[in-house]
């Protein structure tokens, strides 16, 4: 008879086509030769593909600059560009840290399949279904967003020339992206290819954000898991009936206790690896979304063409979004690793051998110090990050529409 499918591994599976799509190797279960040279060869071909329209698109923003193009023109472009080069960063880091990733996840088969091995109750139960249907539900409502940006900037073009055409009898054709190419890009035996290549840029992008962002959900969320587990069984730790027990029941108590101490260095430890996985991207994530957040409201404010404006609309949505859960999942796990310390106070410590109490007291004191992640030390990855993210981004949003709407003279 099987063994039942591990939590991690259903999440996983269930959006293995990101990872088919983006070249990112991530997978349920042992991976193959032939696994990693898909990944590769898909990676680097949506490298090289997406990467050719982020130059041409640099090449257009400082030729725009150079001929003193609009001002919406150019910051049409730019959120363009800075998301692009989060895509990059992102999945770039993905496949380097891949042996970690490896690594992290095979941890947290194990400590799953240690929990599979225990006496289950009902709480525990609650918790770990909790804990999975909401990442599930995250990724559910991410999906849907970036669902809809993807048709938003990628068939948005084709829907204004369609009536343009109905309203006008004149075909104006439109783009995507504002992109320099050695070519006319509106020649029409180029167009439609160029349309295609520009659309698939669009979703690599978004797909590599996306894997790279689900990937750190499931980890953040895996580790909640383990430490809100870990607080329950420290909590039940010892019995009420210390004075009845006998010496072996006694040594027992002890051995339980020993295993949870190693447990929660485990868990530190995985979230020190977590935090080494995403630690830069993370800092640019931050840096770029103040940009990003900034620019799009720009942009939702200046257009008048209502369609742009809906387009700008989803990317300031998803935008935030994808900045929100990241903080938000940061801040989950911190806040479960505080918590263990409060379990450990709830126990019945106070009845329980001296060499217990000191273990229980080790814990308690190392809980108080929380296991966070970072943006390279600049910033902890929490709901405090994501308000001045916002309110950064508010105060460049002021100053643009200052400059914008100021008289010239």
């Not at 042996?99 to 770990?128: A, F, H, M, Y």
């Not at 040594?251 to 949870?260: F, P, R, W, Y």
């Not at 989950?332 to 109490?357: F, R």
Request: proline share 3%; hydrophobic share 50%.
């Amino acid at each position: 008879m099987s063994e039942p499918a591990l939590l991690i591994d259903k999440t996983i599976k269930k959006y293995n086509y990101i990872f088919l799509s983006t070249g990112i190797n991530v997978k349920a279960g042992e991976k193959t030769k032939k696994d990693i040279l898909r990944s590769r060869f898909v990676f680097i071909f949506n490298f090289i593909w997406m990467n050719g329209d982020v130059v041409g698109a640099f090449l257009w923003f400082f030729t725009g600059l150079a001929q003193h193009k609009g001002f919406t023109e150019l910051t049409y472009v730019s959120p363009c560009i800075t998301i692009s080069c989060l895509g990059n960063l992102k999945a770039y880091y993905m496949i380097v840290h891949e042996k970690t990733v490896d690594s992290l996840l095979n941890i947290l088969r194990k400590l799953e399949i240690d929990q599979q091995n225990r006496r289950g109750t009902p709480e525990t139960e609650i918790i770990t279904a909790t804990e999975h249907n909401y990442v599930n539900r995250v990724m559910k409502v991410l999906n849907i967003f970036y669902i809809i940006l993807i048709i938003c900037f990628g068939l948005n073009p084709l829907m204004l020339v369609l009536i343009n055409y109905l309203t006008t009898n004149k075909v104006e054709l439109l783009l995507p992206l504002l992109i320099v190419y050695p070519f006319d890009p509106f020649d029409l035996r180029y167009y439609p290819w160029v349309y295609l290549k520009q659309f698939w840029s669009d979703i690599v992008v978004i797909l590599g954000i996306f894997a790279a962002d689900f990937v750190f959900y499931v980890f953040c969320t895996y580790l909640r898991m383990q430490f809100r587990l870990l607080g329950y069984y420290l909590q039940q730790a010892v019995p009420s009936d210390q004075k009845t027990m006998t010496l072996l029941e006694i040594e027992a108590t002890k051995l339980k206790i020993v295993d949870l101490v190693k447990w929660h260095q485990q868990l530190i430890s995985s979230v020190a690896i977590l935090d080494t996985l995403y630690t830069k991207s993370t800092l640019f994530n931050f840096v770029s979304s103040s940009l990003l957040l900034c620019l799009t409201g720009f942009n939702v404010m200046a257009i008048n063409d209502v369609a742009f404006v809906i387009s700008f609309l989803c990317f300031l949505m998803t935008s935030l979004l994808q900045i929100y859960f990241l903080c938000s999942f940061g801040d989950l796990l911190m806040e479960s690793s505080i918590q263990v310390g409060d379990a450990v106070y709830n126990s019945n410590w106070y009845l329980a051998d001296p060499a217990v109490s000191k273990m229980s007291l080790l814990i308690q004191t190392r809980s108080q110090r929380p296991c966070k992640l970072t943006a390279l030390n600049f910033a902890d990855v929490n709901l405090m990050a994501f308000m001045k993210i916002c309110s950064t981004a508010w105060s460049y949003f002021a100053l643009l529409q200052t400059l914008y709407t100021a008289p010239t003279k």
